[in-house]
């Protein structure tokens, strides 16, 4: 089985790469599109910001290769904003693949800080990404602006109100948090994307 993560100025490529050697998988780090289309799985990572990732997705033809994907996609993080049709950050327009808007989280009260970091549990888990999963177990966010409710939800998590942790549409998957840093139950969740 061939892993591709796509190659761009994402800043959790490394890690996303180290968590696969973990579970014995070489993958190839590539903005290649032969090598892209042929994987049998593909990993769209994120750490960055917006406007930058987006533009350079557009100025290598990432943002088009993307889209005409048919093979299972997981994006993680930036990667699942991006998979969206607009981000607050940066006013950008995203690939438009999940048919919901990116918002910047806006705290009610002293207490509630943004970037909302940390260890939280998921709740409605709806996808086979879950396989095994309990609500009692914790995964790793990092991030200020957040996917609302939608009709591709496949989990939710609550912080300052619920939002999406994950996002499922036809042959694309997605995070808000970030599996390569969420321990054993992480590699659970990177193993069902790999069996899908």
Not at 51 to 71: F, G, S
Not at 112 to 120: A, C, L, S, Y
Request: charged letters at 25%; aromatic letters at 10%.
């Amino acid at each position: 089985m061939e892993i591709a993560i796509i190659k761009y100025n994402a800043g959790n490529i490394r890690s996303v790469d180290y968590a696969l050697k973990r579970l014995g998988i070489e993958a190839v780090i590539t903005a290649d599109k032969e090598k892209l289309s042929s994987a049998d799985k593909i990993i769209f990572p994120g750490v960055g910001e917006a406007a930058n990732t987006m533009r350079h997705l557009q100025q290598h033809r990432l943002d088009e290769i993307i889209k005409e994907l048919r093979q299972p996609v997981l994006g993680i993080c930036l990667g699942m904003h991006v998979m969206c049709n607009y981000l607050e950050e940066g006013n950008t327009y995203g690939l438009g693949i999940f048919d919901v808007d990116v918002k910047r989280f806006q705290p009610v009260s002293h207490e509630e800080k943004v970037p909302h970091m940390g260890w939280n549990t998921l709740q409605e888990v709806n996808s086979k990404l879950f396989d095994g999963f309990t609500e009692e177990e914790f995964v790793y966010f990092v991030h200020s602006y957040y996917v609302p409710v939608t009709k591709s939800t496949a989990a939710q998590t609550t912080y300052i109100h619920p939002f999406s942790a994950a996002l499922h549409k036809d042959n694309f998957y997605a995070t808000q948090f970030h599996p390569e840093k969420s321990g054993k139950v992480g590699e659970r969740i990177l193993r069902n994307f790999l069996n899908l």
